[in-house]
Each structure stands twice: as structure tokens, then as C-alpha cells.
């Protein structure tokens, strides 16, 4: 069984505020092929401290599966797409997973590049 390195993949995770928002950067991140795919998951409650004072917030969770070597632009897409001042963007290195799914990935990110 071959395998695929796990550093070349990565699942990135952001918040927004609501399904529209959730949707119109979801499709923008897929359609600039800097990810595969992006689940919205939703039902969030998020508590945090911003601007000195503690928020709880309902939220969405966008969970984005890319290549790890893109990362650092999709990043730089998320805070110029995001309504958030400091938009959420943390990377989380896939460690293994369906080989298949990982070149199907792959196949659909590694397109940027030849354009």
C-alpha cells in the first residue's frame, strides 16, 4: 500500500456569522481552487474576548481541505474575503486519510498552478 505524505495536506478551519456569508466564501475559496472542498458546519457557539470585552456569538464553521503549499495564499484570500477585522484561519496538518480522497484533492488544488 503506497501513502501519500501527510504534510502535503492540510483541513483549515474559519468562523463566520452566518449561512450566506458562510456560502458566498465557500464557493469563492472552491472556485479560486484553493481548496477541494469546504464543509459549512453549523450550530457554533463561540465565546471569546474581543476588544476587551467577552462576546458569545452563534457561529458557522467553515472546514476547508487543501494543499498544504497553498495555505499561506488562502489565508491572504480569507482576510481579504472575510467581514471579520481578524478572521479565523488555522491550519490543521492531515496526518493520514482515504488515499483516494487526498489525490482527489490534489487533482482539483494542483490545477491553480498551471494556470
Given at each position: 500500500?503506497?501513502?501519500?505524505s501527510?504534510?502535503?495536506?492540510?483541513?483549515?478551519?474559519?468562523?463566520?456569522?452566518?449561512?450566506?456569508i458562510?456560502?458566498?466564501?465557500?464557493?469563492?475559496?472552491?472556485?479560486?481552487?484553493?481548496?477541494?472542498?469546504?464543509?459549512?458546519?453549523?450550530?457554533?457557539?463561540?465565546?471569546?474576548?474581543?476588544?476587551?470585552?467577552?462576546?458569545?456569538?452563534?457561529?458557522?464553521?467553515l472546514?476547508?481541505?487543501?494543499?498544504?503549499?497553498?495555505?499561506?495564499?488562502?489565508?491572504?484570500?480569507?482576510?481579504?474575503?472575510?467581514?471579520?477585522?481578524?478572521?479565523?484561519?488555522?491550519?490543521?496538518?492531515?496526518?493520514?486519510?482515504?488515499?483516494?480522497?487526498?489525490?482527489?484533492?490534489?487533482?482539483?488544488?494542483?490545477?491553480?498552478?498551471s494556470?
Amino acid at each position: 500500500m503506497s501513502s501519500i505524505s501527510s504534510s502535503e495536506y492540510s483541513a483549515c478551519i474559519t468562523t463566520v456569522s452566518n449561512d450566506e456569508i458562510a456560502r458566498k466564501l465557500a464557493r469563492s475559496i472552491v472556485e479560486s481552487r484553493l481548496a477541494a472542498c469546504v464543509n459549512i458546519i453549523p450550530g457554533v457557539r463561540s465565546i471569546y474576548e474581543w476588544q476587551s470585552t467577552i462576546h458569545e456569538d452563534n457561529e458557522l464553521i467553515l472546514m476547508i481541505k487543501t494543499r498544504q503549499e497553498f495555505v499561506p495564499q488562502l489565508i491572504e484570500f480569507v482576510k481579504k474575503n472575510h467581514p471579520y477585522d481578524v478572521p479565523e484561519l488555522i491550519e490543521l496538518p492531515i496526518n493520514s486519510g482515504n488515499q483516494d480522497y487526498l489525490k482527489w484533492i490534489d487533482g482539483i488544488v494542483k490545477k491553480q498552478s498551471s494556470t
